[in-house]
């Protein structure tokens, strides 16, 4: 029987240096490789360190993260405050044992081996920090995303109020706010009531990064705690914050909080704020079909969030049912000829009168860059820049049924884009920040530094940030969850046999609750974990 929690062996000289708290002083019976064969950092930042790996029997591998002693050692511990709060009193063994892992697959066979582990997030015993001494900061960079003032909130109030911490400050317009020295003191009086509130109050921007100058502000200020709120380009930068960090030898903690609205980071099971979007972008859909129900010869076309992954278009249209055709980045179509999109909405129109589509902001980009010729342009934070596939693929209906059919249709099309960024976030997220937000406090304050913190099937772990970095998370268009959509929309797949065979052959993202998997030995669903 397999654990999804599991312990590490240790000798009996070792348990009792776990009261120390201190993983330099643990000599577990595992081999540490000091660089992972199994996973390196990206090749475009040089790092200054090593991946921390810990292999043991039966194929078992913990890839660990990052410890202030690791690079200041006997550095000195003290109890952590928690013991003396009433409010956990109750809490039977609330202390994370040091040794506790998160399988990152949980779907296995008979002689499978144990696979890779992330360490369990949570407090622990012993801490790095006296609460008077510590200087935190928060900082919110890239776009706006349902659940920010949430996840601020609840640092705040985790640091005073579980850690006593009372010198905590906001970073103000993201990355260039180290710099610019603008600062906002946060004060659980200040972040009272802020979650019911969408964006963030500390504001926030793309581009901006500087490492060094940030660096020299941390170290100027004396600020000892970070925390960085933002998705996959911001982690980069958080991880080269915790390089410049390391190589001057501050004692300073480094944490990231992963956040995209696209739910597009691996590892973890969703990134905040993607219930709410999907929730909210449902309210745009069931007024698309309302439209389209209403009129004759209707198509509501509704565009949605998903650069580069169509999770919120997939389990917007899983979720609505109204929606004939969802239309992502991963999943290839065509306009013209037989089995393309003009026949099927032609289909569609004249079965039922009426029709909804759902596109991602990234599906279609090729058709639209060869018909626009459009130049590859780019954000302040080096994103591409979209075309407006909405407006396009608008268009290209209307003057396809204009000159070469005889029907006439009207087509009405919503872009809720920033109406979905800015509500905020719903009970569920609200829920899912706290989590965050506390794993990342506790894991600060116990000396883990240069990782991220989420969830990996339901329990918040500690995640290098190259593995966070290294790659998007991506719908995979031969699992089951895709079919279910298409089951759902009756909508061609739009993929020939060659397509099908290669999308296979492709190397699968990792494992993460919200998407299907491919396994090593077929197709595994991750929500139902049957293969």
């Known amino acids: 029987m397999f654990s999804t929690v599991g312990a590490l062996k240790l000798s009996s000289d070792n348990n009792r240096n776990l009261k120390t708290d201190n993983p330099s002083r643990r000599k577990a019976k595992f081999k540490v490789s000091p660089q992972s064969s199994i996973m390196s950092p990206p090749s475009a930042t040089t790092a200054l360190s090593q991946p921390k790996v810990v292999t043991g029997d039966y194929g078992y591998v913990l890839e660990d993260v990052p410890h202030l002693t690791d690079y200041i050692p006997d550095l000195p511990t003290y109890p952590n405050p928690l013991q003396d709060n009433p409010a956990y009193a109750v809490v039977k063994q609330y202390f994370v044992d040091m040794d506790d892992t998160i399988a990152q697959k949980i ?70 706010g180290f710099y610019s020295r603008n600062t906002i003191p946060l004060t659980p009086k200040v972040a009272n009531g802020i979650h019911k509130r969408g964006g963030t109050i500390i504001g926030t921007s793309r581009g901006g990064y500087d490492n060094k100058k940030i660096v020299n502000s941390i170290e100027d200020r004396g600020i000892n705690q970070v925390y960085i709120i933002g998705g996959d380009g911001t982690q980069k930068g958080a991880s ?28 973890i ?32 076309l509704v565009k949605l969030m998903g650069r580069n992954s169509g999770f919120i278009a997939m389990y917007a249209t899983l979720a609505s049912r109204d929606v004939d055709c969802c239309l992502i980045p991963e999943s290839p179509f065509y306009l013209e000829g037989p089995g393309g999109l003009f026949e099927y909405i032609e289909k569609r129109i004249k079965e039922n009168g009426h029709m909804v589509i759902v596109v991602a902001e990234g599906a279609g980009q090729e058709l639209v860059a060869e018909s626009l010729r459009a130049t590859d342009n780019k954000d302040a934070s080096g994103n591409k820049l979209l075309d407006d596939i909405g407006l396009w693929l608008s268009q290209k209906i209307k003057g396809h049924f204009k000159n070469r059919t005889e029907m006439e249709i009207n087509l009405k099309y919503i872009d809720p884009t920033y109406m979905i960024r800015a ?109």
Not at 451 to 461: L, Q
Not at 510 to 524: I, S
């Open 107 to 176: 779907v296995v066979h008979a002689n499978s081996p144990r696979g890779i582990h992330f360490r369990r997030a949570g407090p622990r015993q012993k801490v790095y920090f006296k609460s008077g001494d510590v200087h935190a900061c928060i900082v919110t960079c890239g776009g706006l995303c349902p659940g920010l003032n949430t996840v601020i909130r609840e640092i705040v109030c985790s640091l005073h109020d579980m850690y006593g911490v009372t010198r905590i400050e906001g970073i103000e317009g993201g990355y260039r």
């Open 240 to 267: 080269a914050i915790y390089e410049e960090v390391r190589r001057r030898g501050l004692k300073v903690a480094v944490i990231g909080i992963p956040k995209t609205i696209d739910n597009d980071i691996p590892i």
């Open 269 to 300: 099971d969703k990134s905040f704020g993607f219930d709410t979007a999907v929730e909210e972008a449902q309210r745009a859909i069931n007024a698309a079909h309302v439209e389209s129900e209403s009129n004759e010869n209707c198509i509501g």
């Open 423 to 531: 509500v905020p976030s719903n009970a569920s997220d609200n829920v899912y920040s706290t989590l965050l937000a506390q794993s990342a406090v506790h894991g600060a304050m116990a000396g883990y530094t240069g990782c991220t913190v989420g969830p990996v099937h339901g329990r918040e772990c500690y995640i290098p940030f190259y593995r966070i970095t290294e790659m998007q998370n991506k719908v995979v268009i031969t699992d089951r969850m895709w079919a279910r959509m298409l089951s759902s929309t009756n909508q061609p797949s739009f993929l020939n046999t060659k397509d099908i065979i290669e999308s296979i052959m492709d190397e699968a993202p990792p494992t993460q609750l919200l998407d299907d998997q491919v396994a090593d030995n077929g197709v595994v669903s991750k929500e139902t974990g049957v293969c």
